[in-house]
């Protein structure tokens, strides 16, 4: 698989289909998160995504944009689900809460080692607010 494969690969089996022993075999043993989730394995990364599936059902991933050069990948997701459970301290809505965000990642043999993430917090977090009223 390519690069820009693996990563694709990443966010449909992680956040569309919940198939978290293909995220385990995706990311290394000591992925490095540099975003704010930080997480510092394999094993942490398919934990936030546990932490998000109880936040949004029927969550779907589009991607917008996908880069790749050099073992590099940045992509551009759409981010479509259901309030379901506890977000930013927001309790579940009910409601579809739909945003995109921006990741980056580093990818050696065959494996993800590394991503730099950006999720429009405060954005995401006044949808939530909105949904409530």
Known sequence: ?????????FFIEGYTNKNYDVIMECLAEDYYDHSPASARSNADAVGILKIVEGQFSELRV???????EDGMVATRVLYDGIHTGECMGVPATGKRITFEALE???VENG???ESWGYWPDKE??????????
């Open 104 to 106: 980056n990642f580093k």
């Open 111 to 113: 494996k993800i080692t």
């Open 62 to 68: 589009e991607m917008l944009d996908v880069f790749a």
């Open 124 to 133: 995401i977090e006044q949808k939530l607010l909105d949904a409530q009223k």
């Open 1 to 9: 698989m390519t690069a820009k494969e693996i990563v694709t690969r």
